[in-house]
T-cell receptor, first 107, second 114 residues
Framework: AQRVTQPEKLLSVFKGAPVELKCNYSYSGSPELFWYVQYSRQRLQLLLRHISRESIKGFTADLNKGETSFHLKKPFAQEEDSAMYYCALSGRGQFYFGTGTSLTVIP | DTGVSQNPRHKITKRGQNVTFRCDPI?????LYWYRQTLGQGPEFLTY????????KSRLLSDRFSAERPKGSFSTLEIQRTEQGDSAMYLC????????????FGEGSWLTVV
């Protein structure tokens, strides 16, 4: 069965410190992986997708098929990165989301 | 605003009443998704449409939940005989499958059942 696991519900880092939000998945097939972000009082929006292999707002994520992981990383956290982050998996037309990680960047 | 639009944004209803939520996707988007989100949880997939065809509905939470997209444009999600456990945010999202799998969310409809 498809599943997306985000083990950390809450994560706090100091401004300028590296940040890593973990995501593991299980899926029988070749899924597409995404990170979505929700800033305070805003709708969920796409942050990045694995097939694009791009860096958005300094964030990157690498799909590791061996470890079935898609961790989100940023070398230097900024205060404006404080938000809720959701890892998502798409397969056979459906999207599944993890439970989310609330990131707080401490000034 | 050409984003996904949902209404009403907030709905308070008495237990046992029926409620209906409407979603207007981004124009030309052929896929439309419904999710439920409760506090501390991620969006929970309910159902989705490609054009007017409902391709997956086994995850609708009970037979009190139903969704339609009669002309392949807007969609409605109806909850009959609401229960307090139905209190949640109901999210709609849409995508244009040919141009990739990215889905775009609306702001959601808050349901409170009292």
């Amino acid at each position: 069965a498809q599943r997306v696991t985000q083990p950390e519900k809450l994560l706090s880092v100091f401004k300028g410190a590296p940040v890593e939000l973990k995501c593991n998945y299980s899926y029988s097939g070749s899924p597409e992986l995404f990170w979505y972000v929700q800033y305070s009082r805003q709708r969920l929006q796409l942050l990045l997708r694995h097939i694009s292999r791009e860096s958005i707002k300094g964030f990157t994520a690498d799909l590791n098929k061996g470890e079935t992981s898609f961790h989100l990383k940023k070398p230097f956290a900024q205060e404006e990165d404080s938000a809720m982050y959701y890892c998502a998996l798409s397969g056979r037309g459906q999207f599944y989301f993890g439970t989310g990680t609330s990131l707080t960047v401490i000034p | 605003d050409t984003g996904v639009s949902q209404n009403p944004r907030h709905k308070i209803t008495k237990r046992g009443q029926n409620v209906t939520f409407r979603c207007d996707p981004i124009s030309e988007h052929n896929r439309l998704y419904w999710y439920r989100q409760t506090l501390g949880q991620g969006p929970e997939f309910l159902t989705y449409f490609q054009n007017e065809a409902q391709l997956e509905k086994s995850r609708l939470l009970s037979d009190r939940f139903s969704a339609e997209r009669p002309k392949g444009s807007f969609s409605t999600l109806e909850i009959q005989r609401t229960e307090q456990g139905d209190s949640a945010m109901y999210l709609c999202a849409s995508s244009f499958v040919i141009s990739g799998n990215t889905i775009y969310f609306g702001e959601g409809s808050w349901l409170t059942v009292v």
